[in-house]
């Protein structure tokens, strides 16, 4: 298979995916930055800003505007917790509008999936997070000089 077309089409879902959720979203003001932030919300209430960028693996300058934003909009609170962290969690605004994301979201990867077989989405949802964990591994693998240019980092090999 040629690569180039792997990433061709999957930047292409996820272009479509951006354009179909901000459509949904846009009567509340959210665009598609804030559905996946509101999503993990719901499910990670309390949780910090830096173990929610940890665990969706999103850059923290991107998650502090969006967040900024969700928090100006009256979707998101944040209350002090120890130290100098904060816990964030869902206004009751958000919890409203939540179940409208899930149902949207569904409906789009529903209609994407409706001719899969059984055997073709467990096989998808078995190679996604391999091909995730490589991903991982390989930017792992990136360093950055002082000048802020990537370099590859030395495994010994």
Request: proline share 2%; charged share 25%; hydrophobic share 30%.
């Amino acid at each position: 298979m040629q690569t180039g077309i792997l990433a061709k089409y999957i930047s292409i879902l996820y272009r479509q995916e951006q354009k179909y959720i901000n459509h949904v979203l846009s009567p509340y003001g959210l665009g598609y930055s804030s559905y996946k932030f509101l999503l993990y919300l719901s499910r990670n209430e309390g949780c910090s800003q830096k173990q929610m960028c940890r665990n969706m693996v999103i850059d923290e300058a991107l998650a502090t505007r969006v967040m900024k934003k969700l928090e100006e909009q009256g979707y998101v609170c944040r209350e002090k917790g120890n130290g100098r962290t904060y816990q964030l969690f869902l206004s009751e605004k958000a919890r409203e509008l939540v179940p409208k994301i899930r149902q949207a979201v569904t409906v789009w990867w529903g209609n994407l999936t409706e001719t899969w077989t059984k055997q073709q989405m467990e096989w998808v949802l078995q190679e996604l997070p391999q091909m995730i964990e490589k991903a991982n591994d390989m930017i792992g693998q990136i360093g950055e000089d002082e000048d802020g240019t990537s370099q590859t980092k030395s495994t010994g090999h």
